[in-house]
């Protein structure tokens, strides 16, 4: 039997110095699903920093639907520049914006199917706005906990969409919504995608490092 506190926890102990993902880091500054929304948006194909400022700028003029729809596609899009594929991202949010108050009163569905209707909306992004938004168990599974899981052999996975199932099965509930923090921070800072920083990890010893051929 996996010991998932232990695992976790050493992780977690870990990373506790670490500032948070970009997106988690405008959770704490807006707790509302909807700037959970924006900024996991956002952040696709985005580095995190720029992800944070480009958050910040456009939540500060839209902290809802109505006063993004208000501002416009080409205000949007100046807003969030220079994150990746700006222009379609703000296409995306307007339409987004427009759904959300004619189907959802304003609001931010918390339903999974409702939320993967919306344009820009993947599993991903759909998983983070339940868990980080509104507290709803569920696990948000990017290229760090796709290969980070794999590599520790907890799941045996082509696809990030089938490791977020894999993982449902065999993760406590308690560890979902914290899942993508904790594997982000250590993906990038010790688990890396090429040569990870084994000699530095805290759960090493019992490591397989299933498909790892370089290592520091
Ligand atoms: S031992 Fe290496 S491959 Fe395994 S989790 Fe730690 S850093 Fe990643």
Redesign the pocket.
């Not at 530095?200 to 090493?204: A, Q």
């Given at each position: 039997m996996r010991d998932w506190d232990g695992e976790l926890g050493a992780i977690a102990a870990l990373m506790e110095s670490i500032p948070f993902p970009s997106v988690n880091q405008i959770e704490s500054e807006h707790s509302h699903p909807w700037d959970v929304l924006i900024s996991t948006i956002i952040s696709l194909r985005t580095r995190d920093e720029v992800t944070l400022a480009a958050s910040r700028r456009l939540l500060d003029r839209a902290p809802d639907p109505q006063c993004l729809l208000e501002l416009g596609r080409d205000t949007v899009a100046k807003l969030i520049y220079p994150a990746g594929f700006y222009s379609v991202k703000a296409d995306q949010m307007v339409r987004l914006a427009g759904i959300l108050i004619e189907n959802h009163a304003g609001g931010v569905p918390c339903v999974l199917d409702e939320l993967l209707a919306l344009p820009g909306v993947g599993l991903k992004t759909a998983n983070l706005v339940l868990g980080v938004g509104f507290g709803i168990p569920a696990i948000c599974v990017d290229i760090h906990v796709h290969r980070?899981a794999n590599?520790?052999g907890w799941i045996a996975t082509e696809k990030p969409d089938a490791s977020e199932a894999a993982l449902r099965a065999i993760v406590p509930q308690k560890w979902w919504i914290d899942l993508n923090k904790l594997l982000v921070q250590?993906g990038q800072l010790?688990?890396?995608p090429q040569s990870?920083?084994?000699s530095?990890?805290?759960?090493?010893s019992n490591?397989?490092?299933i498909g790892?051929t370089r290592?520091r």
């Open positions: 980070i590599r520790r250590f010790v688990c890396t990870p920083k084994c530095e990890c805290p759960i090493s490591c397989p490092r790892v290592q």
